[in-house]
């Protein structure tokens, strides 16, 4: 299974981005999706996780300005993020969590660099 993230860039403080994630799994072999994020230095967080149904769950620091969704037809995840903050910088991984024949495994897309600037 691949995971292609895109989206990322430079942006200003205040400013949006909207981070895409492709997978090569069938839906239906595909649970939760997910974003993390990995600061400098840091270890990598969950930012944002939907699960086949539709439902959404998020950070705390995140949930207000950030939006995941998710197209199964389209084996594509999303994060719309707003009103973004210098915090916010790192890089965002896709995660997805296999189900049927990828049970227990858990994918890992790239990653692609969010910079805000101040």
């Known amino acids: 299974v691949q995971l292609q993230a895109s989206g990322g860039g430079l942006v200003q403080t205040g400013g949006s981005l909207r981070l895409s994630c492709a997978t090569s799994?069938?839906?239906?072999?595909?649970?939760?999706m997910g974003w993390y994020r990995q600061a400098p230095g840091k270890q990598r967080d969950l930012v944002a996780r939907i699960n086949s149904d539709g439902r959404a769950s998020y950070a705390d620091s995140m949930k207000d300005r950030f939006t995941i969704s998710r197209d199964n037809a389209k084996n594509t995840v999303y994060l719309q993020m707003n009103s973004l903050k210098p915090e916010d910088t790192g890089v965002y991984y896709c995660?997805?969590?296999?189900?049927?024949?990828?049970?227990?495994?858990?994918?890992w897309g790239q990653g692609t660099q969010v910079t805000v600037s101040s």
């Open positions: 995660s997805a969590e296999g189900t049927r024949r990828y049970r227990g495994r858990r994918f």
């Open positions: 799994a069938r839906p239906y072999n595909i649970d939760n």
